[in-house]
């Protein structure tokens, strides 16, 4: 198979033919991308800076070609849909008024007084070629966060999109390179499935990837053999607690919407909601309201992949056949594409698929617990752990639950809102990410991902006597013991 049909979820009908690159194509790609990455190494970073602003610009005058871009592949709604450009548009902004300081060399403080003759400077080189490997779910929004801090540092940029969503990684590669301030090569596009992902992985100087723990455990091994840096997405199971004092109204308003928003294709998605028993039936209906009002492309798009409505099939014939009942929805709907309503089911338990295995679909299971402790254990029961949202307005509470749960991102009385706190990092726990990688974009440790740190030290002048030796250094004498005894009390005072 040398190219991709690209089909529109949402009508079924195919849009456009996109080529394979070819991994002989795809292994000249990091080659071209180590001398563009010179290239653009070597520009002063508030030329760097004017280049990424203009890209920035273009983006937020004509933000509806890239909409449009994401629209035929994904067949999202329009604000589902802006939500990829206007991301990115956020990215470029935070980082234009950011990079300078944090890309800068710092003074690291003097250990002690006794050093103050030397200089200790931390500086960040960029890693030549960045790997990015981004999901379907958001074809600009997800790489950006990614490849915008890598190109102000200073990095050259190979970006795999996913097979079922080339055509907006396309688009942005055509306006990168038509502005024209940029090296040639610097961002380049390969289009493929497992085989592009597995080349990446091996040639990339650091892998960026988003999407499924089977592949991010596949990209894991290729990397830890070559020694390189990567960091890992995959995944969530986001838990929505809403426990007693609480606006019950603006709780059921969030939970619908946290859960069906984007057809459920968030990964920061409210997929189990976890109430207290006191509040739960006023909470369901007015959940069940809501959820029965959201009407299809107008309030949320098609399931975006075949296997993905398959598994969200399955997941609601499993629950019910456990004893679950299905309030809303339920089944595909009847129409072209591949459209599932909004689904909410009750009476769920933790031995079904839907409370213990990502969905990625617009159900909203809803389970009743009495006690808070039973609502911390149950948020806990899952081997993701990437956000959460807590619907609760008695401080102590939300405190008792903060402490004891166990989410990288937990949101409280909202959700999902971290993604555009774009000067936080984005954390993660659990199987959601790699180890020791709980910090995987955003904030200022974002940069980090792409570069290596240097700690330069600089002798300034010599003392006395000294301009030939250090005291520590050889020959040892008695002095040599005189002045490390002084050294080892010397410290106290300090520290």
């Known amino acids: 198979m040398d190219s991709i049909t690209i089909v529109n979820p949402a009508t079924g009908c195919q849009e456009r033919r996109v080529r394979i690159t070819p991994p002989d194509e795809l292994l000249k790609m990091f080659e071209n991308a180590k001398i563009a990455q010179k290239q653009w190494a070597a520009v002063p970073l508030k030329e760097r800076?004017?280049?990424?602003?203009?890209?920035?610009?273009?983006?937020?005058?004509?933000?509806?070609e890239f909409i449009d871009a994401v629209q035929r592949e994904t067949g999202k709604v329009w604000a589902d849909a802006m939500l990829d450009p206007l991301s990115a548009v956020g990215e470029l902004s935070f980082w234009c008024g950011r990079s300078e300081k944090l890309l800068k060399q710092k003074l690291a403080p003097w250990p002690h007084w006794v050093l103050f003759n030397n200089e200790f400077t931390i500086r960040r080189k960029p890693l030549p070629v960045v790997g990015i490997i981004s999901p379907w779910n958001l074809p600009l929004a997800i790489p950006a966060a990614d490849f915008v801090p890598a190109l102000f540092a200073g990095s050259a940029v190979v970006w795999k999109p996913s097979e079922y969503t080339p055509l907006t990684a396309l688009k942005f590669k055509e306006v990168f390179d038509s502005l024209g301030c940029f090296p040639e090569n610097l961002l380049q596009v390969?289009?493929?499935?497992?085989?592009?992902?597995?080349?990446?992985?091996?040639?990339a100087d650091v892998v960026l990837?988003?999407?499924?723990?089977?592949?991010?455990?596949?990209?894991?091994?290729?990397?830890?053999?070559?020694?390189?840096?990567?960091?890992?997405?995959?995944?969530?199971?986001?838990?929505?607690?809403?426990?007693?004092?609480?606006?019950?109204?603006r709780a059921a308003n969030c939970f619908v919407w946290n859960a069906c928003a984007n057809a459920g294709h968030y990964c920061k998605a409210a997929e189990r909601c976890i109430v207290a028993?006191?509040?739960?039936?006023?909470?369901?209906k007015r959940v069940l309201k809501k959820a029965a009002a959201l009407r299809p492309e107008i309030d949320y798009g098609p399931v975006i992949t075949e296997f993905q409505l398959k598994i969200i099939e399955a997941q609601v014939a499993d629950a019910v056949r456990k004893g679950a009942k299905i309030?809303?929805?339920?089944?595909?709907?009847?129409?072209?594409?591949?459209?599932?309503?909004?689904?909410?089911?009750?009476?769920?338990?933790?031995?079904?698929?839907?409370?213990?295995?990502?969905?990625?679909?617009?159900?909203m299971p809803i389970m009743a617990v009495k006690t808070l402790n039973a609502a911390i254990n149950a948020a806990n029961n899952s081997h993701l752990s990437l956000n959460a949202a807590i619907f609760c307005d008695d401080k102590m509470a939300v405190k008792t639950i903060l402490e004891g749960l166990e989410a990288g991102n937990p949101n409280v009385n909202t959700a999902m809102l971290n993604w555009m706190a774009i000067s936080a990092p984005q954390c993660a726990t659990k199987w959601s990410t790699g180890p020791r990688c709980n910090v995987f974009?955003?904030?200022?440790?974002?940069?980090?991902?792409?570069?290596?740190?240097?700690?330069?030290?600089?002798h300034k002048f010599s003392l006395p006597l000294l301009k030939n030796r250090e005291l520590f250094w050889y020959p040892y004498t008695d002095l040599t013991k005189l002045t490390m005894r002084f050294f080892i009390h010397a410290f106290y005072p300090f520290f």
């Open 49 to 64: 800076k004017k280049a990424l602003r203009r890209l920035q610009r273009y983006l937020q005058n004509n933000y509806q």
């Open 209 to 249: 990837f988003t999407g499924s723990c089977k592949t991010g455990g596949a990209i894991e091994e290729i990397c830890r053999e070559r020694r390189v840096p990567y960091h890992l997405e995959m995944g969530g199971k986001a838990p929505f607690i809403v426990w007693p004092p609480a606006n019950v109204e």
């Open 190 to 203: 390969a289009v493929g499935g497992g085989e592009a992902g597995r080349i990446v992985s091996e040639n």
């Open 327 to 363: 309030l809303c929805g339920g089944k595909r709907l009847e129409r072209n594409g591949r459209w599932f309503p909004p689904t909410v089911l009750i009476d769920v338990n933790y031995d079904m698929d839907v409370m213990t295995k990502e969905t990625f679909g617009p159900l």
């Open 277 to 284: 028993s006191s509040i739960s039936s006023d909470f369901i």
């Open 441 to 458: 974009r955003h904030g200022e440790a974002s940069i980090d991902r792409t570069c290596e740190s240097q700690t330069v030290v600089k």
